[in-house]
C-alpha cells in the first residue's frame, strides 16, 4: 500500500508538471492581456499535432522529440502573432465578455481547421527510445514522466528568471500593469505586448510538443488538461508564474492521490479543492500581474 | 363584394395551412425524412460520421429500389456534440420541421435525453450504438428502440469466448468509466464471467476490485501499477475511443499488456488498433457493433462494404456505419409494413418486427424494444501492413441468450 502511494505522488508530480505545461501561457496570457484564453487549450492541441507531423509516431531520437516540440512552439506562437493582429488586438478597448466570445470561436476555429488538416483519427504517440523506459526501483519510475517534470521546472525557472530578473522580462511586467504609462515613457507598448502574446501562445505549443507521448492523440486533447489549468490558474493567482506553477503541482497530487484514497469516486478530489482553495484565499496563492 | 370559387379555395387551403390541420396529401408527396443525430466534433467524431454515412447509403440503397411506396428516404445530419442537451435541442428544432423519426446517437446519456422527450414530439428514435443496459430496462421509453446490442449481451458473449478461449485465465482485473455505460459493464461481466468458466470448464474465477476512472482522463499509471499488482490473468477494459487508445497506450509502457492472457473490452471496434499499430497489445478482442468481416455470407454486407469502399471511406466499414444503416433499414422495413411515418403507427409497427440487415436478421423485441442479434468480436493485433493492424480472428456470437429477460420500467436483474 505504501508503495502505491509512493507512486501516485511520483504520478502527481508528473501531471503536475503537466498542468504547469499548458497553464504557464494561459496565466501569462491572463497577466498581459487581460483574457481568460478560452481557445488556449485548443492551440496546446495544435501544437501536439504539428509535433506528431514533426516526428512521426515514435521519434527516432531525443534531439528529434525536442526539436519537434521546439517547433510547434514556433508554429504555435506565430499562429498567437496572427491571431493577436487579426482579433483580440481589435477587441481591446470593448469590454471583456466580447474578447472572451472570440477566444470561444477561435477555439471552434481551430478544432474545425484541426480536423481539415490532420483528420479526424486518433493517434497513439510513443516517446523517443532514450526517455521510452522505466526503472523499476521498488516502484516503477517511467524516464518519460521525469522528462516531463523536468521539463516543467525548467520551464518555470526560465519564465520565473526570465520575467523577473532580465531586462526584457521587466519590460514586459511594466507593460502589463500600466500601459499607459509604459507608453508615456518610450516603451513600445504595442510590441512589446505582441512578442509577450508569441511567448504564452508558444507556450501552448511546446506544451503540446512535449505531452504529445503522454496520452492519445486526437481533437479532444484541448479539453483534456485545460480544465486543471485554468483551476491552476484561477487558484495560483492570476496572471502568476509561480502561483501556476504550485497550484499545478497541489491539483496534481489531488488527481493523483485521488484515485489511491477514493477510487470509487474519481476525479471528485481537485473539484473540492478547488472550492475550498478558493474560499480559503480568493485573490489565489500569488496575485503578482493581476494587481 | 362576392367571394368567387378561386378565393374561396386558398382560402381555405390558407386557413388549414395556419390553424396547422393535417394535410395528408401533400405531406406523404414528399421524401420520408430521417434526422440523424450523431456526434460531428471532437474526439468522436469519427463515429459520428460513420453515422451519417451508414445511413446515407442506406438511404441511397432504399432510394435506388424505388423508396418506399415511391418516396423516396432523405437524410437530415445533425451534431449533438455529445451532449444531451443539445441532442433534444436539436430534436426539438428538427421535429418543428416535421422531421419525426430519428436515428443514431453515441452516448448513452444523449440516447437517454432523447428517449425522454420522444413522446411528447410524437416521434420515433431508432439508437444505433448506445450500449447502457438501463435504456432498454429501467429507463425504458416506448418511443425509443435500439438496433444493436448492449452492455448485457457484449459483455456477456464476451465473457463467454474469453471461457472458450483462455480456460487458465482465472484471476481477471478490470479497468471502467465512472458513468453509466461503465458501470454496466462491470455489472454484466461480475455476472457472467464466473458463470462462463463454471459452466465451460467446472473452474472458479476470481474477480479483482474494479479500478474506476473518470471520463477524459489522461493519466492511467495509477490504475496501471494496481493491474499490475494484482498479478492478473485477464483484464476487462469498459473505456471507450480515447480513453481506451490512451490506456492501452500506457499500459504498454508499463508492460501491463504483456502480463496478461487476454483482453477485451466493451468495443472501440478498429480504433485503438489503428491508434496503436505494432504496439496493439497480444490476444486484444475488441468489441465491434458489427465486424464486417464476420458477414462474407451476407449480401447486404457485401454490397454496403463494396459501395463504402467505392465511395473511397476506406478498407474498414466499422459498426456505427453497419448499425445506422440498419437503422434506416429498420425504419424501412416498418414502413413497408404499411405504416404511417407518425410516432402512433411506426411504433406498433417496429414491435416485435424482424427485418433483414448487415448482421442478418436483427429482431426489436416488442417488450423492450431491444434487438436480438449477433454480438461481434474480433482479434487484432499489430502487422507490418499498410495499416499497421490487422484482424487475425473474428467471433460471432449469437446474443440471444445474454439478451436477458426483457424488464421495462424495471433494472436488469442477472440471476
Given at each position: 500500500?505504501?508503495?502505491?502511494?509512493?507512486?501516485?505522488?511520483?504520478?502527481?508530480?508528473?501531471?503536475?508538471?503537466?498542468?504547469?505545461?499548458?497553464?504557464?501561457?494561459?496565466t501569462?496570457?491572463?497577466?498581459?492581456?487581460?483574457?481568460?484564453?478560452?481557445?488556449?487549450?485548443?492551440?496546446?492541441?495544435?501544437?501536439?499535432?504539428?509535433?506528431?507531423?514533426?516526428?512521426?509516431?515514435?521519434?527516432?531520437?531525443?534531439?528529434?522529440?525536442?526539436?519537434?516540440?521546439?517547433?510547434?512552439?514556433?508554429?504555435?506562437?506565430?499562429?498567437?502573432?496572427?491571431?493577436d493582429?487579426?482579433?483580440?488586438?481589435?477587441?481591446?478597448?470593448?469590454?471583456?465578455?466580447?474578447?472572451?466570445?472570440?477566444?470561444?470561436?477561435i477555439?471552434?476555429?481551430?478544432?474545425?481547421?484541426?480536423?481539415?488538416?490532420?483528420?479526424?483519427?486518433?493517434?497513439?504517440?510513443?516517446?523517443?527510445?532514450?526517455?521510452?523506459?522505466?526503472?523499476?526501483?521498488?516502484?516503477?519510475?517511467?524516464?518519460?514522466?521525469?522528462?516531463?517534470?523536468?521539463?516543467?521546472?525548467?520551464?518555470?525557472?526560465?519564465?520565473?528568471?526570465?520575467?523577473?530578473?532580465?531586462?526584457?522580462?521587466?519590460?514586459?511586467?511594466?507593460?502589463?500593469?500600466?500601459?499607459?504609462?509604459?507608453?508615456?515613457?518610450?516603451?513600445?507598448?504595442?510590441?512589446?505586448k505582441?512578442?509577450?502574446?508569441?511567448?504564452s501562445?508558444?507556450?501552448?505549443?511546446?506544451?503540446?510538443?512535449?505531452?504529445?507521448?503522454?496520452?492519445?492523440?486526437?481533437?479532444?486533447?484541448?479539453?483534456?488538461?485545460?480544465?486543471?489549468?485554468?483551476?491552476?490558474?484561477?487558484?495560483?493567482?492570476?496572471?502568476s508564474?509561480?502561483?501556476?506553477?504550485?497550484?499545478?503541482?497541489?491539483?496534481?497530487?489531488?488527481?493523483?492521490?485521488?484515485?489511491?484514497?477514493?477510487?470509487?469516486?474519481?476525479?471528485?478530489?481537485?473539484?473540492?479543492?478547488?472550492?475550498?482553495?478558493?474560499?480559503?484565499?480568493?485573490?489565489?496563492?500569488?496575485?503578482?500581474?493581476?494587481? | 363584394m362576392?367571394?368567387?370559387?378561386?378565393?374561396?379555395?386558398?382560402?381555405?387551403?390558407?386557413?388549414?395551412?395556419?390553424?396547422?390541420?393535417?394535410?395528408p396529401?401533400?405531406?406523404?408527396?414528399?421524401?420520408?425524412?430521417?434526422?440523424?443525430?450523431t456526434?460531428?466534433?471532437?474526439?468522436?467524431?469519427?463515429?459520428?460520421?460513420?453515422?451519417?454515412?451508414?445511413?446515407?447509403?442506406?438511404?441511397?440503397?432504399?432510394?435506388?429500389q424505388?423508396?418506399?411506396?415511391?418516396?423516396?428516404?432523405?437524410?437530415?445530419?445533425?451534431?449533438?456534440?455529445?451532449?444531451?442537451?443539445?441532442?433534444?435541442?436539436?430534436?426539438?428544432?428538427?421535429?418543428?420541421?416535421?422531421?419525426?423519426?430519428?436515428?443514431?446517437?453515441?452516448?448513452?446519456?444523449?440516447?437517454?435525453?432523447?428517449?425522454?422527450?420522444?413522446?411528447?414530439?410524437?416521434?420515433?428514435?431508432?439508437?444505433?450504438?448506445?450500449?447502457?443496459?438501463?435504456?432498454?430496462?429501467?429507463?425504458?421509453?416506448?418511443?425509443y428502440?435500439?438496433?444493436?446490442?448492449?452492455?448485457?449481451?457484449?459483455?456477456?458473449?464476451?465473457?463467454?469466448?474469453?471461457?472458450?478461449?483462455?480456460?487458465?485465465?482465472?484471476?481477471?482485473?478490470?479497468?471502467?468509466?465512472?458513468?453509466?455505460?461503465?458501470?454496466?459493464?462491470?455489472?454484466?461481466?461480475?455476472?457472467?464471467?464466473?458463470?462462463?468458466?463454471?459452466?465451460?470448464?467446472?473452474?472458479?474465477?476470481?474477480?479483482?476490485?474494479t479500478?474506476?476512472?473518470?471520463?477524459?482522463?489522461?493519466?492511467?499509471?495509477?490504475?496501471?501499477?494496481?493491474?499490475?499488482?494484482?498479478?492478473?490473468?485477464?483484464?476487462?477494459?469498459?473505456?471507450?475511443?480515447?480513453?481506451?487508445?490512451?490506456?492501452?497506450?500506457?499500459?504498454?509502457?508499463?508492460?501491463?499488456?504483456?502480463?496478461?492472457?487476454?483482453?477485451?473490452?466493451?468495443?472501440s471496434?478498429?480504433?485503438?488498433?489503428?491508434?496503436?499499430?505494432?504496439?496493439?497489445?497480444?490476444?486484444?478482442?475488441?468489441?465491434?457493433?458489427?465486424?464486417?468481416?464476420?458477414?462474407?455470407?451476407?449480401?447486404?454486407?457485401?454490397?454496403?462494404?463494396?459501395?463504402?469502399?467505392?465511395?473511397?471511406?476506406?478498407?474498414?466499414?466499422?459498426?456505427?456505419?453497419?448499425?445506422?444503416?440498419s437503422?434506416?433499414?429498420?425504419?424501412?422495413?416498418?414502413?413497408?409494413?404499411?405504416?404511417?411515418e407518425?410516432?402512433?403507427?411506426?411504433?406498433?409497427?417496429?414491435?416485435?418486427?424482424?427485418?433483414?440487415?448487415?448482421?442478418?436478421?436483427?429482431?426489436?423485441?416488442?417488450?423492450?424494444?431491444?434487438?436480438?442479434?449477433?454480438?461481434?468480436?474480433?482479434?487484432?493485433?499489430?502487422?507490418?501492413?499498410?495499416?499497421?493492424?490487422?484482424?487475425?480472428?473474428?467471433?460471432?456470437?449469437?446474443?440471444?441468450?445474454?439478451?436477458?429477460?426483457?424488464?421495462?420500467?424495471?433494472?436488469?436483474?442477472?440471476?
Amino acid at each position: 500500500m505504501t508503495t502505491l502511494y509512493l507512486y501516485a505522488i511520483f504520478n502527481g508530480l508528473v501531471l503536475g508538471a503537466a498542468i504547469f505545461l499548458v497553464a504557464a501561457g494561459l496565466t501569462l496570457a491572463f497577466g498581459i492581456m487581460k483574457i481568460f484564453n478560452f481557445a488556449h487549450g485548443a492551440f496546446f492541441m495544435i501544437g501536439a499535432y504539428v509535433a506528431y507531423a514533426v516526428a512521426g509516431q515514435e521519434a527516432s531520437s531525443l534531439p528529434l522529440f525536442l526539436a519537434a516540440a521546439f517547433i510547434a512552439a514556433l508554429v504555435v506562437g506565430a499562429i498567437g502573432v496572427v491571431t493577436d493582429l487579426a482579433i483580440f488586438r481589435r477587441l481591446g478597448n470593448v469590454p471583456h465578455e466580447y474578447t472572451l466570445m472570440a477566444a470561444f470561436g477561435i477555439m471552434l476555429f481551430c478544432t474545425g481547421a484541426a480536423r481539415i488538416a490532420f483528420g479526424q483519427s486518433v493517434h497513439a504517440i510513443y516517446p523517443p527510445q532514450a526517455i521510452g523506459g522505466f526503472s523499476e526501483i521498488g516502484l516503477p519510475v517511467s524516464h518519460y514522466g521525469l522528462f516531463i517534470i523536468a521539463a516543467g521546472i525548467v520551464t518555470f525557472l526560465a519564465l520565473e528568471i526570465g520575467l523577473n530578473r532580465i531586462w526584457f522580462g521587466k519590460l514586459i511586467f511594466a507593460v502589463a500593469r500600466d500601459p499607459w504609462m509604459a507608453d508615456v515613457v518610450g516603451l513600445r507598448v504595442q510590441r512589446l505586448k505582441l512578442a509577450s502574446v508569441a511567448i504564452s501562445f508558444a507556450l501552448a505549443g511546446l506544451a503540446g510538443g512535449i505531452l504529445v507521448a503522454n496520452q492519445s492523440l486526437s481533437l479532444d486533447l484541448g479539453h483534456s488538461y485545460l480544465l486543471l489549468a485554468f483551476c491552476a490558474v484561477i487558484v495560483g493567482g492570476l496572471g502568476s508564474i509561480r502561483g501556476a506553477f504550485i497550484a499545478s503541482v497541489i491539483f496534481g497530487l489531488a488527481e493523483s492521490l485521488n484515485s489511491v484514497m477514493l477510487p470509487t469516486m474519481p476525479g471528485i478530489g481537485s473539484y473540492a479543492l478547488l472550492i475550498i482553495l478558493v474560499l480559503i484565499r480568493p485573490q489565489g496563492i500569488y496575485p503578482e500581474l493581476s494587481q | 363584394m362576392r367571394t368567387n370559387r378561386r378565393q374561396f379555395v386558398g382560402g381555405a387551403l390558407s386557413a388549414a395551412a395556419l390553424t396547422g390541420l393535417p394535410m395528408p396529401a401533400i405531406a406523404q408527396g414528399g421524401p420520408i425524412r430521417i434526422g440523424c443525430i450523431t456526434s460531428l466534433v471532437g474526439g468522436y467524431s469519427q463515429f459520428g460520421e460513420a453515422h451519417a454515412r451508414g445511413m446515407q447509403i442506406a438511404a441511397d440503397m432504399v432510394n435506388a429500389q424505388g423508396g418506399i411506396n415511391g418516396r423516396q428516404i432523405e437524410i437530415i445530419v445533425r451534431d449533438d456534440g455529445l451532449k444531451p442537451e443539445i441532442g433534444v435541442a436539436t430534436a426539438r428544432e428538427l421535429a418543428a420541421d416535421g422531421v419525426h423519426i430519428f436515428a443514431g446517437v453515441l452516448s448513452s446519456g444523449v440516447a437517454l435525453a432523447l428517449g425522454g422527450v420522444m413522446e411528447e414530439l410524437g416521434s420515433v428514435f431508432i439508437n444505433a450504438a448506445s450500449h447502457g443496459n438501463n435504456l432498454t430496462h429501467q429507463d425504458f421509453r416506448k418511443n425509443y428502440f435500439r438496433v444493436t446490442d448492449y452492455s448485457a449481451m457484449r459483455i456477456g458473449a464476451g465473457s463467454q469466448l474469453m471461457a472458450d478461449r483462455y480456460p487458465d485465465a482465472l484471476r481477471w482485473g478490470s479497468i471502467s468509466p465512472d458513468n453509466e455505460v461503465g458501470r454496466s459493464v462491470i455489472e454484466t461481466a461480475g455476472h457472467w464471467l464466473p458463470k462462463a468458466y463454471q459452466s465451460t470448464h467446472g473452474a472458479q474465477v476470481e474477480l479483482l476490485e474494479t479500478s474506476w476512472v473518470k471520463f477524459g482522463a489522461t493519466n492511467y499509471r495509477n490504475e496501471i501499477a494496481r493491474l499490475v499488482s494484482q498479478g492478473i490473468d485477464g483484464l476487462i477494459v469498459g473505456l471507450g475511443g480515447t480513453d481506451e487508445v490512451t490506456f492501452l497506450q500506457q499500459a504498454g509502457q508499463f508492460g501491463l499488456t504483456r502480463q496478461v492472457k487476454a483482453i477485451y473490452t466493451s468495443g472501440s471496434e478498429f480504433q485503438s488498433a489503428a491508434a496503436l499499430k505494432a504496439r496493439t497489445p497480444e490476444n486484444y478482442w475488441s468489441g465491434f457493433h458489427w465486424y464486417y468481416g464476420a458477414y462474407k455470407d451476407n449480401p447486404l454486407a457485401q454490397e454496403l462494404i463494396k459501395i463504402f469502399r467505392d465511395k473511397g471511406y476506406g478498407d474498414h466499414p466499422d459498426g456505427f456505419v453497419g448499425m445506422a444503416h440498419s437503422a434506416v433499414f429498420a425504419v424501412a422495413a416498418a414502413l413497408r409494413t404499411g405504416a404511417g411515418e407518425t410516432a402512433a403507427e411506426l411504433v406498433p409497427a417496429l414491435e416485435g418486427l424482424t427485418f433483414d440487415s448487415v448482421k442478418g436478421p436483427i429482431t426489436l423485441r416488442a417488450e423492450d424494444h431491444q434487438a436480438i442479434c449477433d454480438v461481434n468480436y474480433a482479434l487484432l493485433a499489430g502487422a507490418s501492413n499498410a495499416d499497421g493492424w490487422e484482424a487475425v480472428d473474428f467471433a460471432r456470437i449469437d446474443g440471444t441468450p445474454f439478451a436477458g429477460a426483457p424488464t421495462p420500467g424495471t433494472a436488469l436483474a442477472f440471476n
